[in-house]
T-cell receptor
Framework: QKEVEQNSGPLSVPEGAIASLNCTYSDRGSQSFFWYRQYSGKSPELIMSIYSNGDKEDGRFTAQLNKASQYVSLLIRDSQPSDSATYLCASQDYGGATNKLIFGTGTLLAVQP | GAGVSQSPRYKVAKRGQDVALRCDPISGHVSLFWYQQALGQGPEFLTYFQNEAQLDKSGLPSDRFFAERPEGSVSTLKIQRTQQEDSAVYLC??????????????FGPGTRLTVT
């Protein structure tokens, strides 16, 4: 069973701080990883994708991938109350004919003003 | 541009009724996925289409669930004889292609199904 694990939180950070969200995955064959943001009652919104070991930065967001440790993280700099949401980590299953995503249960982030 | 659209946004069904959920993917997107999301959980894969071909239906929970995409664009997920455990948000996602550079999946707003 291929799995993605996340701490459900809530992770509480003060406004302006760095929020660090982590996830681990079980399938060593996974090549692609994604972070989605999901506001309450809304659908997941893609915010970052990462395919290679190392860091990938986009604005206030940095995704980090370590394939040897099977570990993916998302850093949010200068956190804002509007960043309060559930963050879903997903790996992409390259097995067979599909590119289905395997999601973790999500980490709830609360940014305190 | 237009994103993935889904209808209806909300559906209440009595146990035993049949329902049909529609997904209209981003124009030109080859791949289409259906996921089911229970409260407090991440989305779980149901089925996958590449154009009109259903290449993976391994996530469909029972033979009451059926999906089609006859012309390679709009897709319909049908649930027959709904049960209370079918209550969830049904999400549709599309991606441009299967290739590594274009496999990012974009989700529609979802259909919240409540079976009473």
């Amino acid at each position: 069973q291929k799995e993605v694990e996340q701490n459900s939180g809530p992770l509480s950070v003060p406004e302006g701080a760095i929020a660090s969200l982590n996830c681990t995955y079980s399938d060593r064959g996974s090549q692609s990883f994604f972070w989605y943001r999901q506001y309450s009652g809304k659908s997941p919104e893609l915010i970052m994708s990462i395919y290679s070991n190392g860091d990938k930065e986009d604005g206030r967001f940095t995704a980090q991938l370590n394939k040897a440790s099977q570990y993916v993280s998302l850093l949010i700099r200068d956190s804002q109350p509007s960043d309060s949401a559930t963050y879903l980590c997903a790996s992409q299953d390259y097995g067979g004919a599909t590119n289905k995503l395997i999601f973790g249960t999500g980490t709830l982030l609360a940014v305190q003003p | 541009g237009a994103g993935v659209s889904q209808s209806p946004r909300y559906k209440v069904a009595k146990r035993g009724q049949d329902v049909a959920l529609r997904c209209d993917p981003i124009s030109g997107h080859v791949s289409l996925f259906w996921y089911q999301q229970a409260l407090g959980q991440g989305p779980e894969f149901l089925t996958y289409f590449q154009n009109e071909a259903q290449l993976d239906k391994s996530g469909l929970p029972s033979d009451r669930f059926f999906a089609e995409r006859p012309e390679g664009s709009v897709s319909t997920l049908k649930i027959q004889r709904t049960q209370q455990e079918d209550s969830a948000v049904y999400l549709c996602a599309s991606s441009l292609s299967k290739g590594a550079a274009s496999n990012e999946q974009y989700f529609g707003p979802g259909t919240r199904l409540t079976v009473t």
